[in-house]
């Protein structure tokens, strides 16, 4: 609980099997030779609040294990940011498994933002300035809530899934705008913002506009959308095989 680990020349707090639970509102793990931390498991901090930054590898790593950060349910989240910024690879890294975060700003990281495994869920997340995707999940879905998302000026994509993975933020308000490629792409995966089926679920408006190829790409799934404004995208503002 509340610990600072930073300035040393290999990682910032090392397991090397096993997990790490993180508590408290004031951590650090910054400015480390390798990464902020680096778990053989999980890492569970999904009650806290933490920094992870300038670190020359990876901010946060669980190489078998999953990431959460303040994300235990939405109804008991703190409401102060974590940041994982500057850090020389991604941002928050899970190689098999999922990562659940709330109120995290992963930005101008030299990889991704965040990168998992598996599935991906997103509370008032805004993932911006990375030098490739935002948000990237290799086998799963991102899912969405909250009204103050961003996943804007990547390198990439703002948000990237492959195979069935959907982008689900049927509850959610999100500005996807600016990135080299696509604002969100999917393979095979749906797209669904602020959109329950037969109505819109939030009054905000999301915002898709001047990503440099398609805003939303769902190369053979659907998407649905509520209001949302997508433009100046530098090819199609929507782009499916699908139904929309």
Not at 30 to 52: F, M, P
Not at 80 to 92: H, L, Q, R
Not at 203 to 219: F, P, Q
């Amino acid at each position: 609980s509340d610990i600072k680990i930073f300035n040393n020349r290999k990682n910032g707090l090392s397991v090397l099997k096993g997990n790490i639970t993180i508590t408290g509102e004031k951590n650090e793990f910054s400015r480390n030779g390798r990464s902020g931390i680096s778990v053989y498991e999980d890492v569970d901090a999904d009650d806290a609040v933490l920094q992870a930054e300038d670190n020359k590898s990876y901010g946060v790593v669980a190489n078998n294990g999953h990431v959460a950060i303040n994300h235990s349910s939405i109804s008991t989240m703190i409401e102060k940011t974590s940041t994982v910024a500057g850090n020389g690879w991604a941002g928050i890294y899970s190689r098999t498994q999922e990562v659940n975060v709330g109120f995290v700003n992963v930005e101008s990281n030299g990889r991704e933002g965040l990168s998992a495994g598996s599935h991906i869920a997103l509370h008032n997340v805004k993932a911006r300035y990375n030098t490739r995707d935002g948000i990237i999940t290799t086998g799963g879905s991102v899912e969405i809530t909250g009204e103050e998302n961003e996943f804007s000026e990547n390198g990439r994509s703002g948000i990237n899934t492959s195979g069935d993975g959907v982008v689900d933020a049927s509850d959610a308000i999100l500005h996807a705008s600016g990135n080299l490629m696509y604002g969100i792409t999917t393979s095979r995966g749906n797209v669904t913002i602020n959109f329950n089926g037969t109505s819109t679920e939030r009054e905000g408006t999301s915002i898709i506009s001047s990503n440099g190829s398609t805003g939303i790409r769902s190369a053979s799934g659907e998407v649905s959308a509520g209001l949302v404004d997508i433009e100046s995208n530098g090819r199609a503002g929507i782009a499916t095989s699908s139904d929309i």
